[in-house]
DNA sequence: ACAAGAATCTTGACAATGACTATATCGGTG
DNA sequence: CACCGATATAGTCATTGTCAAGATTCTTGT
């Protein structure tokens, strides 16, 4: 599985676009993203990653999938020891920032609005199990009574919105990351507590 | 001031890409954006915008200020007759979220991670310009008590956060603008009262 | 009024990119 | 072992962003 690299001009490609994509896009940005560099990088002529991906757009759905593959499996391991309420949700918002502190442009195409329809299928899904463990956090407290009653789904993407909207400000310089990082607590305590006096 | 449309080969270019570069944005989307076909749709050379835009990340600059310039009105606007702090709250909400809904790819665009370095503090003025009044909104309410004490800058950031990630799901397609909308009222609930029980 | 200079627009060119077609090579299967 | 699909290559094309001169309009100082 990881013996062939490239005796010939074959190898397994797709893997290697992804993982070699996601690094231009960490180090460089999205606009530095191009199939023809990753060609290039990889040693392949500018046509094979068309073998793998129709389309960039066919690139960038894929790396959507694996970049919310990939925060869900963060997401997860925030969560894997658990404490209150409070203390995990804490957990959860710094892996959630740290997550895109690390990879901004990785979520901004995450968040991107051009998913192929048949891709947005498979993306719905990812995003799905990558939010699974979060909102199972909240509505078990919501189960044991430690939060309000109410829709299960507003609750959780209110909590969501707050720390994507969060990450929205960061990715953009709105906010530093030593900043959010150092906001997290009270954004979560405002979150518990609610603005009404 | 409005009398020169474009008798000769002069004009009042600059504004005039600046909205047809919004409208592209609004009708299809951040990469249908070419520096060339705003400039055919114009009729003035390929190399004319480059007079008042030396590249085409100070046009997505120039595009992001007059973004947040507008989205500082519209937010004015709908906090122009003041109600109850929640009342304002969901009419501020909703005017973000309508904004969003109309022009998803301006607000991408807004949110983008490479505002060059000089636009970085003309643009920070017009997202401070923009936020000032639902920033006053929530600290007025906190100087009459009606609002948790705590830093300012914090209560301010969770509830723009919410907002704007909430935008981020409507633009990305995991919300469809009619869900945001059925959710607004419930959302701000949330934010007032709080999870915990 | 008028010449000088700045601002604006045009034309031409270039490299890079995404996408397409045709062709060659590899791997597995009957 | 021949066949065929998957994979990779080479070549090509239109489009785009950017740059460099050069032309045209507007402004400004005198």
Redesign the pocket.
Known sequence: MTETMSR???????AAVLRRAEEVLRESGTDA?????I?RDL??????P???F????ALFDALAVAGFRRLGEVMDAALATRGSLTDDLVAFAAAYLDFATDNPALLSVMFARKHSETAGAEIAEAVAAAFAHPTALLTDAQARGEVVDGDPEVIGITVLAALQGLATFVGSGFVTPEQSHGMVEDVVATLMRGLAR
Chains 1, 2 share one sequence.
Do not use: I
């Not at 129709?54 to 757009?57: A, H, I, S, T």
């Open positions: 010939y001009h074959h190898g397994d490609l797709r993203l191009s199939l023809r560099g060609a040693g392949v002529s500018h046509a094979a068309s073998a793998h129709r389309d960039k757009n």
